[in-house]
C-alpha cells in the first residue's frame, strides 16, 4: 500500500450537501496566523497574486508564510527564484518517514523573508491533493514553524471539484478568488463561491472578495458582485511588466520602477492592508448557470 493511502477517512455529509471530503484533524487548526487562501481559474495569475499579496504584506513588516498548493509547484517560483523542492518530494526521500525531516528541507527564504513551501502532490490518479495539504500542516505544526508567522497564504490549484481544493478552507479565516473580466474567470468565480459557501457552515472561513486581474476594465467583475453581494477588493491591470516579472522569477517590487509598476505595488500593499485589517464576512448568493449566461450577455 502506498504511504499516500493512509489518510484520514472521508466523512460524507459534514462539508456541505453530498460532500466526500477528506476532513481536518481539529488539532491542525491554525491558530497563531491569520490565514487567507487564494482561488480562481487555472491559469488566471492566482500565483503571481499570492506571491505579490505575500511580497506586500512582508512591506509592512508582517511575518509570512505562503503554501503552494498545486502538483505544478511553481506558486512560489518568483518569491525564491527557483523551483524549490516540494513536502511529497522530501517524504519521499525519507521513505515518509517525517521525523526525519528538519525545517530546512521543506521551508526555503524568499523575497522580504518570506517563508515559502510547496505542498506538490501525488502523482496523477494516485491519491488525494488535501492530504497532502494536511501532511504539510502537520509538519509545520510539529516544527513550530507557525509559532512567529503573521499572515499564511495558500495559494490553491484551480480544480472545484477535488479534496485538494477544499482543504485549505479548513484553515483559512478568509477566501479570495482572482478573476478577470470575462465570461470564463467568472463562471468560475461563481462555483468557487458555492464552494466555499458549502464550507462556511462547518468552518470558520468567509469569503473577503475578489480580485480582478489581467484586466483593463472591471465592468463585468463589477456587474456580477452586484448581482450575486459580493466585493471587488482589488484590480490589477493587463500589464505586461507583470508578465515580464514572471519571467525574471521576480516579484513586482524587484522590478524597475516606472509609473506603472509603482501602481500596482501601491495596490497590492492596500489589498495586504485592508485583509491584515479585517474584511467584511461576506455570504453572496452564487447565481444559477442559466442566470449568469443571462447577466454577461450570452444567448
Given at each position: 500500500?502506498?504511504?499516500?493511502d493512509n489518510?484520514?477517512?472521508?466523512?460524507?455529509?459534514?462539508?456541505?450537501?453530498?460532500?466526500?471530503?477528506?476532513?481536518?484533524?481539529?488539532s491542525?487548526?491554525?491558530?497563531?496566523a491569520?490565514?487567507?487562501?487564494?482561488?480562481?481559474?487555472?491559469g488566471?495569475?492566482?500565483?503571481t497574486?499570492?506571491?505579490?499579496?505575500?511580497?506586500?504584506?512582508?512591506?509592512?513588516?508582517?511575518?509570512?508564510?505562503?503554501?503552494?498548493?498545486?502538483?505544478?509547484?511553481?506558486?512560489?517560483?518568483?518569491?525564491?527564484?527557483?523551483l524549490?523542492p516540494?513536502?511529497?518530494?522530501?517524504?519521499?526521500?525519507?521513505?515518509?518517514?517525517?521525523?526525519?525531516?528538519?525545517?530546512?528541507?521543506?521551508?526555503?527564504?524568499?523575497?522580504?523573508?518570506?517563508?515559502?513551501?510547496?505542498?506538490?502532490?501525488?502523482?496523477a490518479?494516485?491519491?488525494?491533493?488535501?492530504?497532502?495539504?494536511?501532511?504539510?500542516?502537520?509538519?509545520?505544526?510539529?516544527?513550530?514553524?507557525l509559532?512567529?508567522?503573521?499572515?499564511?497564504?495558500?495559494d490553491?490549484?484551480?480544480?472545484?471539484?477535488?479534496?485538494?481544493?477544499?482543504?485549505?478552507?479548513?484553515?483559512?479565516?478568509?477566501?479570495?478568488?482572482?478573476?478577470?473580466?470575462?465570461?470564463?474567470s467568472?463562471?468560475?468565480?461563481?462555483?468557487?463561491?458555492?464552494?466555499?459557501?458549502?464550507?462556511?457552515?462547518?468552518?470558520?472561513?468567509?469569503?473577503?472578495?475578489?480580485?480582478?486581474?489581467?484586466?483593463?476594465?472591471?465592468?463585468?467583475?463589477?456587474?456580477?458582485?452586484?448581482?450575486?453581494?459580493?466585493?471587488?477588493?482589488?484590480?490589477?491591470?493587463?500589464?505586461?511588466?507583470?508578465?515580464?516579472?514572471?519571467?525574471?522569477k521576480?516579484?513586482?517590487?524587484?522590478?524597475?520602477?516606472?509609473?506603472?509598476?509603482?501602481?500596482?505595488?501601491k495596490?497590492?500593499?492596500?489589498l495586504?492592508?485592508?485583509?491584515?485589517?479585517?474584511?467584511?464576512?461576506?455570504?453572496?448568493?452564487?447565481?444559477?448557470?442559466?442566470?449568469?449566461f443571462?447577466?454577461?450577455?450570452?444567448?
Open positions: 500500500m502506498s504511504p499516500l489518510r484520514a477517512p472521508t466523512i460524507k455529509g459534514q462539508d456541505g450537501e453530498g460532500s466526500v471530503q477528506v476532513k481536518m484533524d481539529p491542525l487548526k491554525i491558530e497563531t491569520k490565514v487567507f487562501s487564494v482561488y480562481g481559474k487555472g488566471i495569475g492566482k500565483s497574486t499570492s506571491s505579490n499579496l505575500s511580497a506586500a504584506f512582508a512591506k509592512l513588516g508582517k511575518r509570512v508564510l505562503q503554501i503552494g498548493c498545486d502538483p505544478k509547484h511553481d506558486s512560489t517560483f518568483t518569491l525564491t527564484g527557483r524549490v516540494t513536502v511529497i518530494d522530501i517524504l519521499k526521500e525519507v521513505d515518509f518517514h517525517p521525523e526525519e525531516l528538519r525545517p530546512e528541507d521543506f521551508v526555503f527564504e524568499g523575497y522580504g523573508g518570506v517563508q515559502c513551501v510547496e505542498a506538490g502532490g501525488p502523482p490518479g494516485t491519491g488525494c491533493g488535501g492530504y497532502v495539504v494536511g501532511q504539510t500542516v502537520k509538519l509545520l505544526k510539529q516544527h513550530h514553524m509559532d512567529d508567522t503573521d499572515v499564511v497564504i495558500f490553491v490549484l484551480g480544480d472545484v471539484v477535488c479534496g485538494g481544493f477544499a482543504a485549505p478552507l479548513q484553515h483559512a479565516d478568509r477566501a479570495v478568488i482572482v478573476t478577470a473580466n470575462d465570461f470564463d467568472i463562471y468560475a468565480m461563481n462555483r468557487i463561491i458555492a464552494a466555499v459557501q458549502a464550507k462556511s457552515k462547518n468552518y470558520g472561513v468567509r469569503l473577503a472578495g475578489c480580485v480582478a486581474n489581467r484586466s483593463r476594465e472591471t465592468d463585468e467583475v463589477d456587474r456580477y458582485c452586484e448581482r450575486v453581494g459580493f466585493n471587488r477588493i482589488a484590480h490589477m491591470p493587463d500589464l505586461d511588466a507583470i508578465r515580464r516579472s514572471r519571467l525574471k521576480k516579484t513586482l517590487f524587484e522590478m524597475p520602477d516606472d509609473e506603472d509598476i509603482v501602481a500596482v505595488q495596490e497590492y500593499i492596500h495586504a492592508e485592508l485583509l491584515w485589517n479585517g474584511t467584511e464576512p461576506l455570504a453572496p448568493a452564487p447565481l444559477p448557470d442559466r442566470e449568469i443571462e447577466l454577461l450577455g450570452f444567448d
